[in-house]
């Protein structure tokens, strides 16, 4: 077990400067899952923390998580691409999974070509 409170990198790649982060924000301030998908054929093609990404209906996918939450109150966020002004929301929410649903300005149901969603909260 390593303890610290700060983590203290250097970037001599990039700058060539010494970062340092405050370790409380890696575990309260990051988002716990993220996934990018294929609206339209339901295809993951990107994540972190994800194991599946379902289609529940025109404008409807729930992402379940490879590790759950601690409980079902965070904060989910999504958007993605349509050929009209998309409303998104976040729908069901559970340990385990999210449901967000898609809509369009006319306020229909829409599958949308990508559909990007990002957790925050704690893991359990």
Do not use: P
Request: aromatic residues 8%; hydrophobic residues 25%; glycine residues 12%.
């Amino acid at each position: 077990t390593i303890a610290f409170d700060t983590l203290t990198t250097s970037d001599s790649v990039n700058t060539g400067t010494e970062k340092s982060i405050d370790t409380s924000y890696i575990f309260n301030g990051v988002a716990k899952v993220w996934g990018q998908g294929e609206g339209d054929t339901v295809t993951l093609t990107g994540s972190f923390n994800q194991s599946a990404i379902t289609d529940n209906g025109t404008g409807q996918f729930i992402h379940n998580f490879t590790n759950n939450m601690n409980n079902d109150d965070y904060s989910g966020l999504t958007t993605g691409t349509s050929g009209d002004h998309l409303i998104s929301s976040t729908g069901t929410t559970t340990t385990s999974s999210c449901r967000f649903d898609h809509y369009s300005q006319s306020n229909s149901a829409v599958d949308t070509g990508l559909h990007c969603m990002a957790i925050l909260g704690d893991l359990a």
